[in-house]
Structure formats: structure tokens, C-alpha cells
């Protein structure tokens, strides 16, 4: 469908160079599309997904430790050990 519309220029050249869109009309029906999915996202949401508190609980093992499962992150690489700020 061909539309006229006003649309910040400086705005859509950003959104098409930071996402690398081929066109215009690639960037704008993106920026639809994602907005669609957003608020999708946020109806499944306060939906609950069509499960009662209670069901949210019981789907989840009592005994899950999400602590035991996480993957310890490697220490920083910059920055001095003793926490004093590099001077420049």
C-alpha cells in the first residue's frame, strides 16, 4: 500500500544504517513489525499465559537451584587489581 507520511529523515537514515535495512520501506515495516511483537509480548505477559499463579508454581521444581547451574563469569581484563583508578 502507498502512503505519504512525515517521518524524521535524520531518524530513518539512523535506523536504516545502525540495522543495515536495504530501503526505507524495509526500515519502516521493521519498525512495525517489532512494535506488533512488543505488544504481543506484553498481552502473553499480563495474561499469565493462561496459567494461574499457582499452576506458575507448581511448574517449577521446589529443589531447582538456579545458583548451582550458573556458569561463574571469568574476572574482568582491564582496569588495576587493587581498584585505584589509571591515571591518563
Excluded: C, N
Excluded at 515495516?29 to 494461574?52: N, T
Amino acid at each position: 500500500m502507498k502512503m505519504t507520511m512525515h517521518i524524521d529523515e535524520g531518524l530513518l537514515d539512523r535506523v536504516i544504517q545502525t540495522y543495515g535495512f536495504a530501503s526505507k520501506t524495509e526500515a519502516v515495516d521493521a519498525a512495525l513489525r517489532e512494535m506488533e511483537r512488543k505488544a504481543r509480548f506484553r498481552a502473553v505477559v499480563a495474561e499469565g499465559m493462561g496459567f494461574s499463579p499457582e499452576e506458575l508454581e507448581a511448574a517449577v521444581d521446589p529443589d531447582y537451584d538456579v545458583m548451582r547451574w550458573r556458569v561463574a563469569e571469568p574476572a574482568s581484563k582491564y582496569g588495576k587489581k587493587d581498584g585505584r583508578k589509571r591515571r591518563r
